[in-house]
């Protein structure tokens, strides 16, 4: 139907990077290796729409993987971050911008008391691991199966075969005595979670899970298993590792555990909490953090950390996600897009649903509500690589995997959704026929 549109420069990049990068790019799933064709390279975005190098114009559902909930170049925040780094980039010492911005989300964060800047997610996850284990002098980790943490070495294990829940590592490179300090359970199962506290709580520093599971389709988990999780680790003296780099600031400013009300021991934080430059960070009670090194006696520190351009980009976004109504809007309108394209699935009897939660969506080619990863049909990413082409032709950009979750941006109109949601169902129109 649509004509093949021209991604020639794209191709022609891409053809270049691999020269340089490991399957051209410096990101793996940023390949398209689960879709077709050549990775779109990006030169300019503006809103909700993101211009490739051969000037097609997309609306962005991807919006960097999470960071941008404020849009692309959003003003405010290029404008601080401008008369920021007319200033120097970053000085290796404290600065005021780092008091601004922590003082502003632990004031407006009933979970924390104390924080530490980091530059990445995997930085933040790795370092309240070895908080976790600091505090508690024990070893090994809890995670869940379809739960993502960053390219920690100790947590990029699957389950292994049989009863044994001890981790089996989903990369080389990592030695197995490393993946076996890591337990891993199924999502939502109370009873393989209490069977593996009761025989091994001696031996557990933590359990890390992402209270919103979004990066391996979007698992909403019951309230009561999450409250589950809370009780069992008071009762088995675990600590509670909420990893909140996406659902932070994205459900609302104090994330998941704002919206679920449940109050974990430490939190992760990436993604958004930047603004769209690198930082990362994690933050507990003081309790906890004075464990941390200078105070205490585990070690962290960062030559970038809190470097006063990143901590410009964070605070501008920051005050923008604390206006009044700022999360109650994206709900309703990501709501309204969502529940637009599920009543179109429906009246023509495709086999979709699309699980959302505040402004994250996930596409799913199945009826039935996923709950864990095991439940997700390896066969429907057929479908999905059809969507995510279709989509390209005609100007919306989705992350390049079926199990990759969407996100909607404050700087996506109503027009805008109106428009995605219409070219969103022609394209499922050509999935099912
Ligand atoms: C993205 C992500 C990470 C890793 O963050 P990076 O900044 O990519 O290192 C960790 N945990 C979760 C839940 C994430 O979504």
């Not at 051209?24 to 398209?32: C, D, E």
């Not at 008391?113 to 505090?135: C, D, H, N, P, Q």
């Amino acid at each position: 139907m649509t004509n093949s549109i021209n991604r020639s420069q794209s191709a022609a990049l891409f053809e270049e990077a691999k020269n340089y990068f490991p399957g051209g790019v410096n990101s793996p799933v940023r390949a398209f290796k689960s879709v077709s064709g050549p990775p779109l390279f990006i030169k300019k975005g503006d809103g909700c729409r993101i211009i490739d190098e051969d000037d097609n114009i997309y609306i962005d559902f991807c919006c960097s993987w999470g960071p941008l909930i404020l849009g692309h170049n959003n003003d405010a925040i290029r404008e601080f971050v401008t008369e920021t780094v007319a200033n120097g980039t970053s000085f290796g010492t404290p600065s005021r911008l780092g008091n601004e911005l922590g003082k502003l989300i632990i004031e407006n964060n009933r979970f924390i008391e104390k924080m530490r800047f980091v530059s990445s997610g995997t930085e933040a996850v790795m370092s309240a691991i070895r908080l976790a284990r600091g505090v508690t002098g024990k070893n090994k980790v809890i995670k869940f199966e379809g739960c993502y943490h960053g390219h920690v070495d100790s947590l990029l294990v699957k389950a292994g075969s049989g009863l044994a829940t001890f981790g089996v590592s989903t990369s080389a490179g990592i030695p197995p005595s490393f993946a076996a300090e890591t337990l891993v359970l199924p999502l939502n199962d109370p009873d393989a979670l209490e069977a593996t506290l009761a025989q091994h709580a001696d031996d557990i520093a933590c359990i890390i899970i992402e209270p919103i599971p979004a990066n391996n389709g979007l698992l909403l988990q019951e309230k009561s298993f999450l409250e589950c999780l809370r009780l069992k680790c008071y009762k088995y003296g675990v600590l509670l590792i909420f990893d909140e780099v996406i659902s932070g600031f994205r459900i609302g400013f104090e994330g998941a555990a704002g919206y679920y009300n449940i109050q974990p021991d430490i939190m992760t934080y990436g993604k958004i909490i930047g603004g769209g430059m690198p930082v990362g960070a994690y933050a507990a009670s003081a309790e906890i953090m004075a464990h941390i090194a200078p105070e205490g006696a585990v070690y962290q520190a960062g030559t970038l950390s809190a470097n006063p351009v990143a901590m410009a980009a964070g605070y501008a976004a920051s005050k923008q996600l604390l206006a009044p109504d700022f999360y109650e809007n994206m709900a309703k309108k990501t709501a309204k897009f969502v529940g637009s394209i599920q009543a179109h699935c429906d009246a023509n009897g495709y086999e979709v649903s699309i699980p959302h939660i505040g402004s994250i969506f996930w596409i799913a080619f199945s009826k039935k509500r996923i709950l864990a990863a095991d439940q997700i049909e390896a066969a429907s990413m057929e479908k999905f690589k059809i969507l995510h082409h279709e989509l390209l032709q005609s100007g919306i950009y989705l992350g390049p995997s079926g199990y990759e979750v969407g996100f909607v941006s404050a700087a996506h109109t109503e027009a805008d959704l109106e428009e995605a949601s219409t070219k969103i169902k022609t394209a499922l129109d050509i999935v099912f026929n």
